[in-house]
T-cell receptor, first 113, second 115 residues
């Protein structure tokens, strides 16, 4: 079955540091890939997505590129802010009428001023 | 537009009591999902509905858990009787099935504590 593996957390960075959160997946076919973010006390919200190989998703300074050859979708940001402190979830889904997401375990990011 | 609305936001109850969590999905969305989040197990899909019909309830832990969706704008997740190990944050999410975006819209969650 489908699965998503994320790097273990927690990750602690200083403000303006470079961020990478690794994500690899196992799936048949050509899934769509997502990053969701969960701020403290809130539900998950979509951060960015990519639907086919070599696509780059981007939002709020975050980027991730769909790499089919390495089955990866690593999240990056060049300069993190304190407000980026959250839990980040990598996920995949296959197109279809009853869409389900397979989530990774989540990576806690804390950014210190 | 209103997002996914869940109630209650917080619930503290004693073991053995019945708990009912409620969810109002985004208007027009026809898929609804119930998730449970704990530190130990992360985010788990409990059940999802499409057009008010339960499609997959394989994630429901046991018979103590039940979920209903009587209409397109309302769903409940019931635990009877509740146990301390049910303590978690329960999220409802909705989506438009068939949408190529694949985006789920989550509520803010219901934090359940069973003493």
């Amino acid at each position: 079955g489908d699965s998503v593996t994320q790097m273990e957390g927690p990750v602690t960075l200083s403000e303006e540091a470079f961020l990478t959160i690794n994500c690899t997946y196992t799936a048949t076919g050509y899934p769509s890939l997502f990053w969701y973010v969960q701020y403290p006390g809130e539900g998950l919200q979509l951060l960015l997505k990519a639907t086919k190989a070599d696509d780059k998703g981007s939002n709020k300074g975050f980027e991730a590129t769909y790499r089919k050859e390495t089955t990866s979708f690593h999240l990056e940001k060049g300069s993190v802010q304190v407000s980026d402190s959250a839990v980040y979830f990598c996920a995949l889904s296959h197109s279809g009428s009853a869409r389900q997401l397979t989530f990774g375990s989540g990576t806690q990011l804390t950014v210190l001023p | 537009d209103a997002g996914v609305i869940q109630s209650p936001r917080h619930e503290v109850t004693e073991m053995g009591q019945e708990v009912t969590l409620r969810c109002k999905p985004i208007s027009g969305h026809n898929s609804l999902f119930w998730y449970r989040q704990t530190m130990m197990r992360g985010l788990e899909l409990l059940i999802y509905f499409n057009n008010n019909v339960p499609i997959d309830d394989s994630g429901m832990p046991e018979d103590r858990f039940s979920a209903k969706m009587p209409n397109a704008s309302f769903s409940t997740l019931k635990i009877q009787p509740s146990e301390p190990r049910d303590s978690a944050v329960y999220f409802c999410a909705s989506a438009l099935s068939g949408s190529l975006s694949g985006e789920l819209f989550f509520g803010e969650g219901s934090r359940l504590t069973v003493l």
